[in-house]
């Protein structure tokens, strides 16, 4: 039976990295340049791999579906409690060093985009391989229904970024992916538990 609130719950939480760096460009961006066409062009491109490195993941852990099975429950203990850790460090560190500036004054390069998509996707990828164990997506229409659904909740998660980025500056940026980082970890302890005691 498909879950729908831990699918959910992974898809916010991988969409945090991308919301970061949405709040971020918006706010550092000139005001005028950020606009829906602005919003619009990066929350498409994040929702675009975030949708795709999953289905990526899950079709490297297809290749090696039996010896996963018995372990799955484990990898993903492992997988999401680390990425989680991995945003909240990631997110502090940026705090103490005062954040980073990837956006040029009239907005974000189409290659700029594309590494910012990469970098904030490849967690997707290993999510990708425990994704069926998480939220039981067992079969290939459950999958393609999940990878769409985190792609379009990363999509308006980004959309509101840019525009939070706008209005309130990078105050909020490093308190997202810490969240982020905290719902990884709850997820990859309930999938842990759910397998060993229930």
Not at 83 to 102: N, P, S
Not at 111 to 130: K, M, Y
């Amino acid at each position: 039976m498909m879950d729908y609130i831990s699918l959910a719950g992974i898809s916010v939480g991988l969409a945090m990295d991308a919301f970061a760096v949405c709040i971020t460009n918006g706010a550092v961006c000139r005001k005028e340049a950020v606009n829906l066409r602005f919003a619009l062009r990066m929350a498409l491109s994040f929702a675009v791999f975030q949708a795709l490195m999953p289905m990526i993941g899950w079709l490297i852990g297809k290749a090696g579906e039996n010896l996963i099975s018995s372990i799955d429950h484990w990898i993903a203990l492992v997988l999401l409690c680390y990425l989680g850790i991995q945003m909240i460090v990631e997110a502090v560190k940026k705090g103490r060093e005062g954040g980073e500036e990837t956006c040029q004054a009239d907005g974000v390069s189409l290659r700029t985009l594309l590494a910012l998509s990469v970098a904030t996707s490849i967690d997707a990828l290993a999510t990708g391989i425990i994704l069926p164990s998480a939220v039981g997506a067992n079969t290939l229409p459950l999958m393609i229904f999940s990878v769409c659904a985190i792609g379009v909740i990363t999509f308006f998660i980004c959309m509101a970024g840019v525009f939070l980025g706008k209005t309130f500056g990078l105050l909020v940026a490093g308190k997202a992916e810490i969240l982020g980082g905290m719902v990884l970890i709850a997820i990859g302890l309930k999938i842990f538990i759910e397998h060993m005691f229930l």
